[in-house]
T-cell receptor, first 114, second 114 residues
Framework: DVKVTQSSRYLVKRTGEKVFLECVQD?????MFWYRQDPGLGLRLIYF???????EKGDIPEGYSVSREKKERFSLILESASTNQTSMYLC?????????????FGPGTRLLVL | KNQVEQSPQSLIILEGKNCTLQ??????????LRWYKQDTGRGPVSLTI?????NTKSNGRYTATLDADTKQSSLHITASQLSDSASYIC?????????????FGAGTRLTVKP
């Protein structure tokens, strides 16, 4: 079974803090993704990576950065957290790029920025 | 305006009853349509995927249909169980070559009551 784990289920941070969200997958997948999920909206892609040290912007990259130093780990960084970044953050991975490849999601991190 | 619209936003049914969830999309071109199930506090899990040439796909008590001409899909749940309580998300992907361009609906929240 594919397992995608995220470092925290819940986080509470202050405005201006630097926030790290960690994601690890154990299936040797090439591709990893970060999404945010807000009520009434579909998932929105923040960043993705098709290889180690490679990153590409998604639909809403502003205010975020990412790091992929190892194949199994993909980190999302909020350089200076703001209240509008309060959201559920979901990490996903897939074995190949083709759109029929299933993306496997982690359990999510619910972030509250005060 | 979201390119993937789901209805209803929420639905309550009694255990043992059937229900149908709707997904209308305007995404073009079209490669495939996937339904995900997301339990509360969990990441989405893929239920079915259909390409342009498929008009139905089943996974146990879940049956998805696709009408690519009218750009509509439905997810039918038969003999509902309490464990079916979840959000169901419709996802449309325009191209076959990249899975970084998935268009997510906002989901239908299903509650199954005893």
């Amino acid at each position: 079974d594919v397992k995608v784990t995220q470092s925290s289920r819940y986080l509470v941070k202050r405005t201006g803090e630097k926030v790290f969200l960690e994601c690890v997958q154990d299936m040797d997948h090439e591709n990893m993704f970060w999404y945010r999920q807000d009520p009434g909206l579909g998932l929105r892609l923040i960043y993705f990576s098709y290889d180690v040290k490679m990153k590409e912007k998604g639909d809403i990259p502003e205010g975020y950065s990412v790091s992929r130093e190892k194949k199994e780990r993909f980190s999302l960084i909020l350089e200076s957290a703001s209240t509008n970044q309060t959201s559920m953050y979901l990490c996903a991975s897939s074995s190949r790029r083709q759109s029929q490849e299933t993306q496997y999601f982690g359990p999510g991190t619910r972030l509250l920025v005060l | 305006k979201n390119q993937v619209e789901q209805s209803p936003q929420s639905l309550i049914i009694l255990e043992g009853k059937n229900c149908t969830l709707q997904c209308n999309y305007t995404v073009s071109p079209f490669s495939n349509l996937r339904w995900y199930k997301q339990d509360t506090g969990r990441g989405p899990v893929s239920l079915t995927i259909m390409t342009f040439s498929e008009n139905t796909k089943s996974n146990g008590r879940y049956t998805a249909t696709l009408d690519a001409d009218t750009k509509q899909s439905s997810l039918h749940i038969t003999a509902s169980q309490l464990s079916d309580s979840a959000s169901y998300i419709c996802v449309v992907t325009p191209t076959a070559y990249n899975n970084n361009d998935m268009r997510f609906g906002a989901g239908t929240r299903l509650t199954v009551k005893p």
